[in-house]
């Protein structure tokens, strides 16, 4: 079912590895001029584009787009008790793993009277975007709400799409998780209009300052148009998982793990990684049986049998880890003998999840970690939604007199090279004798 890419036997470059390795086709370029004029009437119109654009992208048009507090309520109320139970340990388990994330202000003497403090602020007011595709995520809510709380974000706003079948209002599941995290400022909205919404503000909505959260290609391309106007976490592709497996991998627990992740999209990415080509066919005869078991079967296997997934054969191991370091998966699972040594060579991937007994699933809803990760490859240079995200570091510079005259012909030396004598005269202004 998966492809097959065999690169035993070949030295790959950096280079070669990056043009080799599969990947999902997600042309967010492409997708900006149909989210233009959808942002473009959402600052110029305001609420009735929001209206008007849920009627027409999700067949349903609110009464209104901010959620009413009864509806909160509601949702709540009439949750599943053994979800609510879930929920509510979801959210225990992220805040004890964020409030450890948590920055305090260092000053730095630099010299005698002369000091420098970073303080970290965080951001006055965040939009945090909840998806509602193909699927429902409640976990989305809590993993993008709990940081910025935990930042201490003062004004926090959620955005989920309007559903047909719940009177216009977004899932009665993303409510309540809502409700439960005490926030109360819900929108129906979604999609690109969405992100817009957030940028621009609109009547009752103040516009936000960052904008996180997930969403398809159309929210992606929002929030490249929109980035400067706010401030974006990332552009969320596809997900992706890869495993790094040995022969001593369970072949049960590998396919099970490739499929979790091929059944969020038909574009998702599910790639093995692995030097045991017996694993390799074991895994396929696993993928046979399980995918026509599984509930979104033509989904899962339109992502397993895409150009995005794949299973890599490898020489070694150490060839293996130069594969997924390039590759820089969202998700990385490492099933091999002494997994723990090898994850700890890994050096690029959103998360790493060590062992028989981590799988992705569990940190996508109950580890404590936060399943907003990089996509795309851009693990290599880019983090997943975390408290530091909602935070800005500020100098403070802080010099005497004293502290001044002690460096003050340095700067004056330093901006007569540059060409910009009137910085070394602002100093000289206050230190003549420096002229």
């Known amino acids: 079912m998966l492809p097959?890419?065999?690169?035993?036997?070949?030295?790959?470059?950096l280079r070669d590895l990056r043009g080799a390795l599969p990947r999902a086709e997600f042309d967010v370029e492409a997708a900006l001029s149909a989210v233009a004029p959808i942002c473009d009437d959402v600052r110029l119109r305001g609420s009735q584009a929001l209206l008007d654009a849920a009627e027409r992208f999700d067949r349903v048009r609110p009464s209104s787009l901010r959620v009413?507090?009864?509806?909160?309520?509601?949702?709540?109320?009439?949750?599943?008790?053994?979800?609510?139970?879930?929920?509510?340990?979801?959210?225990r388990r992220a805040r004890l793993v964020h409030a450890d994330q948590q920055r305090s202000d260092k000053v730095t003497v630099v010299a005698s009277g002369g000091t420098v403090t970073e303080r970290w602020v965080p951001v006055d007011r965040v939009g945090l975007y909840v998806p509602g595709g193909l699927a429902v995520y409640p976990s989305s809510?809590?993993?993008?709400?709990?940081?910025?709380?935990?930042?201490?974000?003062?004004?926090?706003?959620?955005a989920s799409p309007p559903q047909v079948d719940h009177d216009g209002w977004p899932h009665p599941t993303i409510l309540a998780a809502c409700a439960l995290l005490g926030v109360d400022e819900v929108y129906a909205m979604g999609g690109a209009q969405a992100i817009a919404g957030f940028a621009h503000g609109f009547e009752g909505c103040d516009p936000v300052t960052l904008v996180t959260g997930p969403g398809n290609i159309y929210?992606?391309?929002?929030?490249?148009?929109?980035?400067?106007?706010?401030?974006?976490?990332?552009?969320?592709?596809?997900?992706?998982?890869?495993?790094?497996?040995?022969?001593t991998a369970d072949a049960g627990h590998v396919a099970a793990d490739l499929i979790s992740q091929a059944e969020h999209d038909p574009l998702a990415a599910s790639v093995l990684v692995t030097d045991s080509v017996e694993l390799a066919?074991?895994?396929?005869?696993?993928?046979?049986?399980?995918?026509?078991?599984?509930?979104?079967?033509?989904?899962?296997?339109?992502?397993l049998t895409g150009r995005q997934s794949a299973v890599v054969l490898v020489d070694d191991l150490d060839a293996g880890l130069a594969v997924v370091n390039a590759y820089a998966a969202e998700h990385l699972e490492i099933q091999t003998a002494d997994a723990a040594a090898v994850a700890a060579r890994v050096r690029n991937a959103g998360a790493v999840f060590v062992g028989p007994w981590s799988p992705v699933s569990l940190g996508d809803y109950c580890a404590g970690s936060n399943h907003v990760l990089p996509t795309g490859g851009s693990a290599v240079h880019s983090s997943g939604l975390s408290v530091q995200s909602f935070l800005r570091g500020i100098h403070v510079v802080d010099y005497s007199e004293a502290a001044l005259r002690e460096v003050g012909a340095h700067v004056v030396t330093l901006a007569r090279s540059e060409d910009l004598p009137g910085h070394g005269d602002a100093v000289i202004a206050r230190l003549p004798e420096l002229g």
């Open 4 to 13: 097959v890419l065999d690169l035993r036997g070949r030295p790959l470059s």
């Open 219 to 247: 929210v992606a391309a929002a929030k490249r148009l929109l980035k400067g106007l706010i401030g974006i976490d990332a552009e969320a592709g596809p997900t992706e998982i890869a495993i790094l497996a040995d022969a």
């Open 141 to 158: 809510v809590v993993m993008n709400v709990v940081p910025a709380q935990i930042a201490g974000v003062g004004s926090l706003a959620v």
């Open 68 to 91: 009413p507090a009864a509806v909160l309520s509601r949702a709540l109320t009439e949750l599943d008790p053994a979800v609510r139970r879930a929920l509510e340990e979801s959210i």
């Open 281 to 303: 066919g074991a895994v396929g005869s696993e993928l046979a049986s399980r995918v026509v078991a599984t509930k979104h079967v033509e989904r899962v296997t339109s992502a």
